[in-house]
């Protein structure tokens, strides 16, 4: 059974860079994408990016000048940086599995795994 | 980016009675593959959201046969045709078909 497990620093100050690392156990790391997506206190769900086992990646244009996001395969694990935060970044931050995947025979083009989340808390 | 809109954002629910959540988009979600990536996830309180179905209308596994998935094009429901204790909790539709992958703003059910 495939879990998401993810950490990183949950209080940050403004200006600072955000960090975060997801590492997937039980399962295949290859064949699949793999997405960062936020949601802010009693808010909805914001996709960050997404990236594959080759290292090609997606981010949303929203973020895109602030987000890096990498992958170790070594390690099965994927990673994400997130530059010059300020407290709209405040948010609970989770990584999925999906939604895209190589194998077309079996495409569910839907986030089918999530991690525990992280609350990370921007605060001067 | 494709803006996806629930209705309701609210939806007070008398145990063992149905509950019907649509999902809008800003355009249509057929894919050039011919497929619909319109999925629904549970986010119960306190918990990472969960997928319940892809696709339209395809259960996830382990996902209880009371929760259907319809539509086509820009307009999908969700249904629970016995709303049980543990159905509790925001229901997210969301949209793979186009980047950025988006979701609606969440409907709320709760308990009467």
Known sequence: QVQLQQWGAGLLKPWETLSLTCAVYGGSFSGYYWSWIRQPPEKGLEWIGEINDSGGTKYNPSLKSRVTISVDTSKNQFSLKLSSVTAADTAVYYCARGPRRYDSSNYYGAFDIWGQGTMVTVSS | ???????????????????????????????????????????????????????ISNRFSGVPDRFSGSGAGTDFTLKISRVEPEDVGVYYCTQATQFPWTFGQGTKVEIK
């Open chain 2, 1 to 55: 980016d494709i803006v996806m809109t629930q209705t309701p954002l609210s939806s007070p629910v008398t145990l063992g009675q149905p509950a019907s959540i649509s999902c809008r988009s800003s355009q249509s979600l057929v894919h050039s593959d011919g497929n619909t990536y319109l999925s629904w996830l549970q986010q119960r309180p306190g918990q990472p959201p969960r997928l319940l179905i892809y696709k």
